[in-house]
């Protein structure tokens, strides 16, 4: 079974940084487009980035962009999210997301159970 | 970016009915490259339906979607206990990828 586990979550102050990772295992990291998506407490899904299975190609919502950056380690299966100059509106629940193609444009068929980013001072 | 509208925002309803939810796109969506999920509470959120109308793997077949375009429907025939849950639209044709605002699918 496909295992997506999230860490790095927590409080940060406003400004601030935080990297998530996820590790992934029981699949071919290396052959799947990752993504991250996160929620805010009691709000719907908002796509925060995507990264192609090769980790040439990086996409970025526009409300992230400038202060995210998305990366692999397809040699330790291993999904980043390097988060900067962090906003109270980026609290969040962020799961990171297997894709189900080679290519970024595919649905997402496993999700993590997600980390905690908590922003406030 | 294309932006998802899902109606109606909630959905009450009885064990045994049949439902239909839409997600309105602000543009085309190519290649019907559209995906349901649905998500319970307190977990993360779970594919139903890729490609518009394609079943993922395990998903009874009282789920089904349609439409192309920009108007896609996910239909239940028959709702049971479980499937009580909110329910989210998402375009992966283009970047960036956008969610509809959801639609909860509550018990009458």
């Known amino acids: 079974e496909v295992q997506l586990l999230e860490s790095g979550g927590g409080l940060v102050q406003p400004g601030g940084s935080l990297r998530l990772s996820c590790a992934a295992s029981e699949f071919t990291f290396n052959n799947y487009a990752m993504s991250w998506v996160r929620q805010a407490p009691g709000k719907g899904l908002e796509w925060v980035s995507a990264?192609?299975?090769?980790?040439?190609?990086?996409y970025y919502a526009d409300s992230v962009k400038g202060r995210f950056t998305i990366s692999r380690d397809n040699s330790r299966n291993t999904l980043i999210l390097q988060m900067y100059s962090l906003r109270a509106e980026d609290t969040a629940v962020y799961f990171c997301?297997?894709?189900?193609?080679?290519?970024?444009?595919?649905?997402?068929?496993?999700w993590g159970q997600g980390t905690l980013v908590t922003v406030s001072s | 970016e294309i932006v998802l509208t899902q109606s109606p925002g909630t959905l009450s309803v009885s064990p045994g009915e049949r439902v239909t939810l839409s997600c309105r796109a602000s543009e085309t969506v190519s290649s019907r490259f559209l995906a349901w999920y649905q998500q319970k509470p307190g977990q993360a959120p779970r594919l139903l339906i890729y490609?518009?109308?394609s079943r993922a793997t395990g998903i009874p077949d009282r789920f089904s979607g349609s439409g192309s375009g920009t108007d896609f429907a996910l239909t239940i025939s028959r709702l049971e206990p479980e499937d009580f849950a909110v329910y989210y639209c998402q375009q992966y044709r283009s970047s960036p990828q956008t969610f509809g605002q959801g639609t909860k699918v509550e018990i009458k």
């Open positions: 997301a297997k894709g189900s193609r080679y290519g970024s444009g595919s649905p997402i068929d496993y």
């Open positions: 990264i192609s299975a090769s980790g040439g190609t990086t």
């Open positions: 490609d518009a109308s």
